[in-house]
């Protein structure tokens, strides 16, 4: 029997079925672009009438805090009641939790190819504290502790809204223009797909900060300006992607102090495109620098989570969790 899994950010609404028995599964997985359907219900009635079943179990992963019946998406104009929509999807049990909460749970179901070190260790962690972090459409922070004897615990966060620090006469240009727009500067509006889009657009204008009407249009593709650093002509893209690593570093290395973590599992869309220049960028520097704890984060081990699907990986463990013990499949 198969459960239908999903992992629904602000741009792509993904979705699997997976097994309730033997190993995790993703299969028939499909990628579907948010912007074309009204509702995750349209959306996820979409995927059913493509893969032509009608699962009774599912557990779906999404872009923002889950406290209640009522969801309301981070990124994406949707929202949707959780009883609502399992009646609709006519689901016998729906679960629904973080997006970045199920990266966390996928963890402990990595295996070890699909997790590469950047520092320390190259060995999965096997207890927590474990901070999980990383950016794609928003920046997603969430904490694993426990261990696979006692058992994994995961605990869900917003620590991507957290206040933006910045370091240098480069990063306070980054932020005044960023205050600018918005009013506030959160690590998010720095570390995802659009914040890196944001620290070109500051780079590129220089000390300007004042707020032309269509400034939006004007941002570049974050992947347009991941392609013009690696290429390395492009002297804006290399600094603006230089700049993102050095903010992601100091990222994870506040979010390990805040979580006594001994590992950091870095994942997200975007990082694992351009890994040797993570590595040779000041990520490490930045993560380190945090005076009088330096000391303590040298022995912090840092991976980045490699596996494709992650989000998805997480939402067939928990479904599988929320399976009925002793129920046959």
Not at 86 to 92: D, T, V
Not at 234 to 239: F, K, T, V
Request: aromatic fraction near 6%.
């Amino acid at each position: 029997m198969n459960a239908l899994i999903a992992d629904i950010g602000g741009t792509n609404a993904r979705f699997a079925l997976t097994p309730l028995d033997g190993e995790p599964q993703l299969i028939e997985q499909r990628s579907l672009p948010a912007a074309e359907f009204a509702s995750l219900q349209h959306a996820a009635e979409h995927y059913l009438s493509q893969v032509g079943v009608r699962p009774a179990q599912a557990a779906f992963a999404v872009a923002c805090p889950v406290s209640g019946d009522e969801v309301r998406l981070t990124n994406r104009a949707w929202s949707f009641s959780v009883a609502e929509l399992q009646h609709n999807l006519r689901l016998e049990r729906l679960t629904v939790l973080n997006d970045f909460g199920a990266v966390a749970h996928a963890v402990p179901g990595l295996r070890r190819e699909e997790a590469i070190s950047l520092h320390g260790s190259h060995e999965l962690p096997p207890a927590g504290p474990v901070t999980v972090l990383g950016p794609g459409t928003g920046l997603g922070i969430a904490l694993l502790t426990g261990d696979a004897v006692s058992g994994w615990r995961v605990i869900e966060t917003e620590g991507g809204h957290i206040s933006f620090a910045p370091q240098g006469e480069e990063e306070w240009r980054i932020a005044r223009w960023l205050d600018a727009r918005f009013g506030r500067t959160s690590n998010e509006r720095l570390l995802c797909g659009a914040g890196l889009s944001h620290i070109d657009a500051a780079l590129a204008a220089g000390e300007e900060t004042a707020v032309p009407h269509d400034w939006a249009k004007h941002l570049r593709d974050p992947a347009a300006i991941v392609a013009a650093a690696l290429d390395g002509h492009d002297l804006i893209a290399r600094r603006s992607l230089a700049r993102f690593c050095a903010v992601l570093g100091s990222v994870a290395g506040d979010a390990a102090l805040i979580h006594g973590a001994r590992t950091v599992m870095v994942a997200g869309g975007i990082v694992p495109r351009f890994v040797p220049f993570l590595r040779s960028s000041a990520f490490r520097e930045r993560f380190l620098a945090k005076g009088r704890f330096a000391a303590y984060l040298e022995g912090v081990s840092v991976r980045l989570i490699v596996h494709p699907q992650p989000g998805l990986l997480g939402a067939a463990m928990v479904v599988r969790q929320a399976w009925p013990a002793g129920r046959s499949v």
